[in-house]
């Protein structure tokens, strides 16, 4: 009945997360409000791990991609699931660091990392700083060697793959901002340069195909793809690449539409290639990474709002309006990502309503979706917007001025604040 397992309709007919009624969490905190189910974000990443454990007999890591949800009680739970993490600024790493994280699991990925960046990920040893250009290269061979150590690194390759997913969110592609492509020989030019260069270590090669995709065989093809380059790499230039990371991208439920396999199966499958290349190549297994992003945290989490006005045009549509928007979750303005809603206060009840969910932004694409069935819903109701764990609030703006919603972690029947809701101070902090 619902797209994520962790909600359901209690005894009062409202819609519950991780045991906890949500429109006493809307009362509480106030709307809108972003409510991440600890419990369900922790099996998601123990059973990633092990996945990765099983199939890998040890030989493997997963890490959190943080940039789809982060703030310190995210970095901590993380921390504590005995996971690694990936990291794609300086302020991505920073609150990794305030959480005490182990700068050894953490990965610095990002296609124009500035100078700043790379000698703060150098100062705090990071694990694997993922170079994305020969400028970055080189920037960062200077800067180690500078501070007199030695970086290591990985490459990020597009291997050339086409993944089934939105043209914003495919990234494996030749047609790409983000790394070393394979077909024309750059990624082979680097390789060459980085095993001279003496202030770096090349560990390992990184791809990542895209995000939301749920075919399994694009995954296949890249793992073959990157072990073929692996082997080169040991044939024409003598050298172990010792690590492969196979990046993140599985596809979570949004809506009924959405058909995702099981995430084991991706796992088994995908190292069933692995395994097999290396035999056929004659090359080491190497130690395989994983990123996950939006299957940790996306199923995870919910938004609260309050329904504000209802508009119906006769013949045309029927708007009803929330306290958010674009503002707090812009995927529907960016990529028209559908979102399955209801109304919290009337979980019980059918959903007999067509509507467009409008935000409150001074934009009319300021939508949540369009033709999204729903319950009746008016002025006071309390809408859930379902499966907004990723994403969201690692999106959101202070566009319109409007201070960002608080994020609530619910966990077995308890319910606590994770990140503060900004205040109008919080609104002209940085203001002259
Ligand atoms: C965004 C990103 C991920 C996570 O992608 P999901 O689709 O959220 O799993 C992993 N690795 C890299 C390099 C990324 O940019």
């Known amino acids: 009945m619902f797209v994520s397992k962790n909600l359901t309709v209690n005894e009062n ?43 890998y007999d040890g030989n493997g890591l997963v890490c959190y991609a943080s940039k789809t949800f982060s703030c310190l009680e995210m970095c901590r739970i993380i921390k504590n699931e005995g996971i690694g993490l990936d990291v794609v600024s300086i302020g991505e790493l920073y609150t990794a660091l305030k959480a005490g994280f182990d700068c050894s699991k953490i990965g610095f990925h990002g296609n124009n990392k500035t100078n700043q960046e790379l000698e703060y990920a150098v100062d705090n040893k990071v694990g694997h ?64 340069l980085a095993i001279q260069l003496e202030n770096v270590n090349l ?35 003598d050298f172990e690449v010792k690590e492969l990371n196979l990046g993140g991208g599985f596809g979570i439920m949004y809506t009924e539409k959405d058909t995702p396999s099981p995430y084991d199966t991706y796992m088994k499958n995908v190292s069933a290639v692995v395994h097999k290349k290396c035999e056929e190549l004659g090359i080491n297994l190497p130690f395989i990474l994983i990123e996950p ?11 609260l709002y309050t329904v504000g006005a209802r508009k119906e045009i006769p013949n045309i549509r029927t708007y009803v309006s929330i306290d958010g928007g674009m503002c707090d979750n812009p995927r529907y303005a960016l990529y028209k990502s559908e979102y399955d809603a209801l109304v919290a206060n009337k979980a019980s009840q059918e959903k007999t309503d067509i509507v467009t969910i409008a935000g409150k932004c001074c934009e009319s694409g300021d939508l949540i979706g369009e033709n999204m069935p729903l319950q009746y819903a008016e002025s006071g109701d309390i809408i859930a917007v379902c499966a907004t764990g990723a994403y969201n609030y690692s999106m959101s703006s202070n566009y319109n001025r409007i201070p960002k919603p608080a994020v609530v972690f619910v966990n077995e029947g308890e319910s606590r604040i994770g990140v503060k809701r900004e205040t109008l101070d919080d609104i002209i902090r940085n203001d002259i």
């Open 13 to 55: 007919g409202n819609l519950a997360i991780g045991g906890v009624d949500t429109v006493e969490l809307a009362q509480q905190y106030g709307t809108p409000l972003y409510v991440m189910d600890e419990q369900l974000i922790r099996k998601n990443c123990r059973s990633f791990k092990k996945s990765i454990d099983k199939y």
């Open 129 to 192: 700083i993922i170079v994305d250009n020969i400028e970055e290269l080189y920037r960062l061979d200077k800067i180690a060697g500078e501070k007199n150590v030695i970086a290591d690194i990985m490459f990020r390759i597009k291997p050339g793959i086409d993944a089934h997913t939105h043209d914003f969110v495919k990234t494996g592609q030749i047609d790409s901002k983000f790394g070393f492509a394979l077909e024309t020989g750059e990624a082979f030019e680097a390789v060459k």
């Open 203 to 237: 560990l390992g090669l990184h791809c990542h195909i895209g995000s939301q995709i749920f075919d399994i065989a694009p995954f296949e093809e890249a793992a073959n793809v990157m072990l073929g380059f692996i082997a080169k790499i040991k044939k024409e230039l």
């Open 293 to 303: 992003g939006r299957s940790i945290a996306g199923p995870a989490g919910i938004t």
